[in-house]
């Protein structure tokens, strides 16, 4: 019998992953709804379709949230309390690790993610250890160490330099690895005795959400030292970057944000990290067998290519160009595209329908600036009737494209390799190198 768009495996994982979801933020040790009432739609990026919504976090709750942050760091033990930080850390990597299934397809439903990638960097990987790590540097980390010496007039001196947390800590995720890089903020900003205001990503709010329900039910972490503040509003988000009140902000996006929060940081001579694009390549070098780039090639279309750390341009020597593109055309035409829920499935949805058409629109943008579009380039053939309202695009190859153009130089952050041939490794170097992401 066939299957029917009711029990497809998206659909079906996406009816529990709903059942399951936190809608609730976390202010001061609370799980409260936003005081406005006011929700947002979270939506499935394989189907299109509403899964189910989320607290909308107005200014009056991202105020209660920093000063609920300020307050936990300013007048508890959280930052000098070594033990208690290490304890709680491992509380809380118990109660994931008890609910990293349900967490698993949560990931599926709201980020679009393959199954397949759950396995490694989108939940295995940082559940391994980003928790771990930072919990046992708690006992390894050197707080204190003691400087000897003399002084300036010939007497002796002692000094000791003592590490102290930073503050109240913004952490502002993204939604393409949301619940590795929550993770890989949270866990060093608490065992270092921060306390964190995190915002997530609209498009993928529950991993967060659930996570501060885990932290307010199934931890002792003290009200305030962490909240989880959802929010479809830019205006609301911006208030991290510019309340005096937030002493760093990190913060993992597009570069046009990035910049902009180091712009209104500056006003409060907050810190600030940054994790932003990229356009990375790969060099492909005249002794190299062209049959061996195929798996750096496949690398920029898993999760739809949409990770900046992904090789998006390949630059292979003219002598080997046309074997290596079509090495690479061939193994893209075959990369099984479709439900992320399937085990087969390598290259899910884009995050969002703007994606899907920013991605688009950088093709048709390569095409009419000469470039070649070799396979791909539009929505996949025989999509599954149940994914047709999804954010799909094929992966493509583009040929033929000027080194400085824009499908070159720009970040597009879907399922699009750019192959560039060179005559000599300086030359690859140079191109390698010319990209505004360094």
């Not at 000791?160 to 949301?178: D, R, Y």
Request: hydrophobic share 45%; with cysteine; net charge negative.
């Amino acid at each position: 019998m066939s299957e029917t768009v009711a029990d497809a495996p998206s659909v079906e994982i996406g009816r529990r992953a709903a059942g399951r979801a936190e809608t609730r933020m976390l202010i001061d040790g609370e799980l409260v709804s936003a005081a406005s009432g006011e929700q947002f739609d979270n939506l499935s990026p394989a189907t299109g379709s509403v899964l189910g919504v989320t607290s909308d976090a107005g200014a009056e709750d991202m105020d209660r949230a920093i000063g609920a942050a300020r307050r936990a760091f300013d007048d508890s033990d959280w930052s000098t309390n070594r033990g208690l930080r290490q304890r709680t850390l491992l509380q809380l990597q118990e109660a994931i690790e008890a609910e990293s299934e349900d967490l698993r397809e949560e990931l599926i439903a709201e980020v679009g993610c393959p199954a397949m990638t759950t396995q490694n960097a989108q939940l295995d990987w940082p559940l391994a250890d980003a928790l771990r790590y930072p919990a046992r540097l708690i006992d390894e980390f050197e707080w204190e160490r003691r400087l000897d010496g003399g002084g300036l007039f010939g007497d002796r001196n002692a000094r000791t330099v003592v590490k102290e947390a930073v503050g109240v800590v913004a952490a502002i995720t993204p939604s393409n690895f949301p619940i590795e890089v929550i993770l890989n903020k949270l866990g060093p900003a608490l065992a270092a005795g921060n306390t964190v205001v995190l915002k997530p990503d609209p498009n993928t709010p529950w991993n967060a959400t659930r996570l501060g329900r885990l932290i307010a039910e199934r931890t002792d972490i003290p009200a305030g030292v962490v909240n989880v503040v959802p929010t479809a509003s830019n205006e609301v988000a911006g208030l991290l970057g510019a309340d005096p009140r937030v002493d760093m902000v990190s913060f993992t996006g597009s570069t046009a944000v990035g910049r902009h929060l180091m712009r209104v940081g500056a006003d409060t001579m907050k810190r600030t990290f940054l994790e932003l694009g990229g356009k990375s390549a790969m060099i492909v070098l005249d002794d190299a067998n062209p049959g061996h780039v195929i798996p750096g090639a496949i690398g920029a279309c898993v999760h739809a290519g949409q990770a900046c750390a992904a090789n998006t341009r390949m630059l292979v020597h003219r002598s080997l160009f046309d074997e290596a593109v079509a090495n690479v055309t061939m193994a893209f035409a075959g990369v099984p595209v479709g439900d992320p829920a399937l085990p087969s499935t390598l290259v899910g949805p884009l995050i969002s329908a703007a994606q899907k058409q920013r991605v688009l629109d950088a093709i048709d943008g390569a095409r009419r600036d000469g470039a070649e579009i070799v396979v791909g380039g539009g929505v996949p053939d025989g999509l599954a009737d149940h994914l047709r309202g999804g954010h799909f695009v094929a992966p493509t190859v583009i040929v033929g494209a000027d080194p400085k153009s824009s499908i070159a130089q720009d970040e597009v952050f879907g399922p699009v390799l750019v192959l560039i041939p060179f005559d000599d490794d300086g030359e690859a170097v140079r191109i390698a190198n010319d990209s505004a992401f360094g």
